[in-house]
């Protein structure tokens, strides 16, 4: 195999000696054809690419440089919301394009990075990728180069979408574990929240730490009214106060609903320590949608986030005496999730029960390896079964009977 390798490379080196010998008009031809000047779309395209390149080395005159006078406050405003997210990554990848007189249209794809834990490495299937938006991109040539005069979403049908920095500006307020986002109305909370958010990053960093997903920056958004049914795709439920957005396998980013939370600093911590918890017992999951495993993801942060309340002791307990004495006797600790027509007390009673669940694993068998199986559940996919047995060494159905038993004596 070696010498194989070595006589296709002789073959190589042959060829191109005999190129060089032979070939001299056409290596002429070759430069004449390198000095072409670019096509419209190239220009277009390089543009694009030096706008990018301006981004991430913090050179907002450049990046303004590839945009038409009537964009420049709203890129101005993108520039700095995304070098306030610590972007590290921002590439256009172009498509076909549309000629409308000396203009160029065509749909772009946009890959990006915010932190550096978004983006850690090599990615193997689409979800480990960079987060993508689309968007349809109109240059005209101004002063012999192309800028972007027009800019409308693209036809991407992402429930995540838009990104809050997208469109408008963002104003940002840095702490030691969190950055808070926020639209300019809704600036007069950032203060406010800073010391809570702070407080609850470090409860989350030590249940971060039994997750083995530990965060270099947790990013959290605080939404007006406008903000919460658009961004992300909005959020339609009336009752839910806070939202935790997975944007790929690695990047999972908060958003408040200050509407509900403003003035209620009990609410504010809890929300701010649930949330964060999806953040650190999902990061790294294989896919983007585990509805079937809804109790456990929302017990774990639940656990997280009344910390270090017991889930006896919190304000659900009232709802879930409700649920478990006006209907059917459970015959396990996973509650039914309500429909979306159901009670918001339903939906009080689903999470209090789902913490009950989560504490009672804890209680029986640490915090320790309850966190390995919630990995193994929410990150690895495994079966709860499987996961029981490697987290616990116990089947899951002897877990569930006790923790059901369990439960009962806590609320009845």
């Known amino acids: 195999m070696r010498r194989a390798i070595l006589a296709v490379v002789a073959v190589g080196v042959l060829l191109l000696a005999t190129a060089v010998v032979v070939s001299r008009p056409t290596t002429r031809t070759a430069v004449a054809a390198r000095s072409k000047p670019a096509t419209p779309y190239e220009q277009a395209v390089a543009a694009l690419n030096a706008q990018s390149a301006a981004l991430l080395s913090g050179d907002e005159q450049g990046w303004l440089g590839a945009v038409d006078a009537p964009l420049k406050k709203r890129y101005r405003g993108m520039f700095r919301s995304l070098r306030a997210l610590e972007v590290t990554r921002f ?98 909370h950032l203060a406010q929240v800073l010391p809570v958010a702070e407080a609850a990053a470090k409860v989350d960093d030590r249940f971060a730490a039994l997750a083995g997903t530990s965060q270099s920056r947790y990013r959290i958004y605080l939404a007006g009214e406008a903000q919460w049914r658009s961004w992300y795709g909005g959020e339609g439920d009336n009752w839910a106060i806070g939202l935790a957005v997975p944007l790929n396998m690695h990047g999972i980013d908060v958003m408040l609903r200050m509407k509900s939370l403003a003035g209620n600093p009990v609410m504010l911590r809890v929300a701010l320590q649930h949330e964060l918890g999806h953040v650190v017992t999902l990061a790294g999951a294989y896919r983007a949608d585990a509805a079937e495993d809804t109790w456990l993801s929302e017990g774990i942060a639940e656990y997280i986030g009344w910390s270090p309340m017991r889930a006896a002791e919190t304000l659900r307990r009232h709802s879930v005496r409700w649920a478990l004495n006006g209907g059917a006797r459970a015959r396990s600790m996973i509650p039914s999730q309500p429909g979306p027509d159901a009670p918001a007390r339903a939906g009080d009673a689903f999470y209090g029960l789902s913490h009950l669940a989560v504490d009672c694993m804890a209680r029986k068998y640490g915090d320790q390896k309850l966190f390995t199986f919630v990995r193994l559940v929410l990150a690895q996919d495994n079966e709860y079964d499987q996961a029981a047995r490697d987290a616990y060494g116990v089947p899951f159905p002897a877990v569930d009977r006790a923790c059901l038993k369990w439960i009962r004596q806590q609320v009845l």
């Not at 005209?140 to 036809?155: E, N, T």
């Not at 469109?167 to 030691?176: H, K, M, S």
Request: aromatic fraction near 6%; include cysteine; proline fraction near 12%.
């Open 91 to 188: 590439d256009y990848r172009p498509g076909t394009e549309q000629k409308a007189g000396t203009k160029l249209s065509f749909r772009t794809e946009i890959s990006y990075c915010l932190g550096p834990d978004m983006c850690p490495g090599s990615a193997g299937s689409r979800w480990q990728e960079p987060p993508r938006i689309e968007q349809r991109l109109t240059l005209r040539p101004v002063g012999g180069r192309y800028v972007i005069s027009a800019v409308a979403p693209g036809p991407s049908d992402d429930p995540r979408r838009p990104a809050p920095w997208e469109n408008g500006e963002l104003v940002a307020l840095r702490g030691t574990r969190v950055t808070l986002i926020a639209a300019p109305g809704q600036r007069h």
